[in-house]
């Protein structure tokens, strides 16, 4: 039999934005020597913890606080707004950072987050100044002419879609649709996330319109599959909304694990996304290496 070896045991927290759910790593007191790896393993449903992904919290030299964000399939993300709201919650919390607002670097930037403290001392909810807007192809990016991707047609495995792509520091294709649930997520979402118009691939939502203050999405996320809340995808759905009549600049997006408040703010151009985050519950993980 070979022998498996195993890596040091790591104390973690199972965190959640509207379903939206990772495994946080307090990397003040803990290391992580692979996380990608770790990634793969502690997202696993059967498994593993079961989760949406890795982050680990982080010493900043430039913020309160740092954040990584490792996708189930161990890809590296550059932003994820239901969990930097639960980063501003874990550090404020647990001490790491006694200040609010509270700054987090991000791959994307830094951020800051307002914190809503409920009655017995702990962040309830948090409202995150998610940065401006990125809209040219280069920025997204994506093979597409022109300086904007809005009401687009492309044609993916032989069948025709109208997008309109957004960056929020990590790249966005939103589709409008009549009936979103009966939309097949799990279909079209990795065919779009995958083809060779998105090179570093793209996060695809599908959007009902219900109102100009009020859509409902389903989200296709790169690297995690169909997830329950995607809050960089909600703020580039009002994005959208705007730049193509569809929606106001103040949204209520309806997701599947939730609600999220969304301002594209025309005084600045940033996008303010207001939701909730909760702890779950704390272990130890002690997972194998690979051989």
Not at 112 to 136: E, H, N, T, Y
Not at 186 to 192: A, L, M, V, Y
Request: glycine letters at 10%.
């Amino acid at each position: 039999m070979p022998v498996v070896e195993r890596m040091n045991n790591m104390q973690f927290t199972k965190m959640q934005g509207l379903g939206n759910d990772y495994v946080y790593v307090d990397c003040f007191r803990e290391d992580v020597a692979d996380p990608a790896a770790v990634a793969v393993e502690v997202s696993d449903r059967h498994f593993g913890i079961g989760s949406d992904g890795l982050i680990l919290i982080l010493p900043s030299e430039a913020a309160d606080v740092r954040m990584r964000m490792f996708n189930a399939d161990g890809s590296e993300g550059q932003m994820c707004g239901n969990g930097i709201r639960c980063v501003a919650k874990y550090a404020y919390d647990h001490g790491l950072a006694e200040v609010n607002p509270i700054r987090v670097e991000t791959l994307s930037g830094i951020k800051s987050i307002d914190l809503q403290i409920g009655p017995d001392g702990k962040v309830s909810a948090a409202c995150v100044d998610m940065g401006q807007p990125m809209l040219s192809p280069a920025d997204i990016p994506a093979r597409i002419e022109g300086d904007k991707i809005v009401n687009r047609t492309i044609t993916v495995d032989g069948r025709d879609y109208e997008i309109t792509c957004v960056s929020m520091g990590n790249p966005h294709a939103i589709i409008y649709v009549d009936d979103v649930e009966a939309e097949p997520v799990e279909t079209f979402g990795p065919s779009i996330e995958c083809c060779d118009l998105f090179p570093d691939r793209i996060n695809v939502h599908f959007v009902q319109i219900h109102s100009p203050g009020e859509v409902t999405m389903r989200t296709w996320e790169r690297g995690s599959g169909i997830t329950l809340a995607c809050g960089t995808g909600a703020s580039a759905v009002c994005v959208a909304g705007v730049l193509t009549g569809r929606n106001e600049r103040k949204t209520l997006v309806h997701l599947p694990g939730g609600d999220l408040k969304i301002e594209w703010r025309e005084s600045d151009d940033h996008v303010m996304m207001t939701g909730p985050a909760a702890e779950v519950f704390s272990g130890q993980w002690i997972g194998k290496l690979p051989k």
